[in-house]
């Protein structure tokens, strides 16, 4: 078991910036990816970033170069810094982590809520 747990959600105005936490109940060393992703209101729940076997590094079109996923080692935490936010990047945002064990298992958070207004 995994249990993962989000915070740094909240209300931003366009442009802003807000940086997601995720702590992770175990070592990152057991783990084969850590990711990102959020759910809009009548929306698919889509993947914003994720990292995986923690090098490679991939992100959605929609938030390239305004995204950058990170994690903490030491922290066993998990970063997504949002910058340069937009209307259209509302929506909850939940962590992710796969273990292989030796099947693919995925575990979520509870979710963080993200609003982008004026």
């Known amino acids: 078991q995994v249990q993962l747990v989000e915070s740094g959600g909240g209300l931003v105005q366009p442009g802003g910036s807000l940086r997601l936490s995720c702590v992770v109940s175990?070592?990152?060393?057991?783990?084969?990816?850590m990711g990102w992703y959020r759910q809009a209101p009548g929306k698919e729940r889509e993947l914003v970033a994720h990292?995986?076997?923690?090098?490679?590094?991939n992100y959605a079109d929609s938030v390239k170069g305004r995204f950058t996923i990170s994690r903490d080692n030491v922290k066993n935490t998990v970063y997504l810094q949002m910058n340069s936010l937009k209307p259209e990047d509302t929506a909850v945002y939940y962590c992710?982590?796969?273990?292989?064990?030796?099947?693919?298992?995925?575990?979520w958070g509870q979710g963080t809520q993200v609003t982008v207004s004026s």
């Open positions: 175990r070592s990152f060393s057991s783990i084969y990816a």
């Open positions: 990292i995986i076997s923690g090098r490679t590094t």
């Open positions: 992710n982590a796969i273990i292989l064990n030796p099947t693919a298992e995925n575990y």
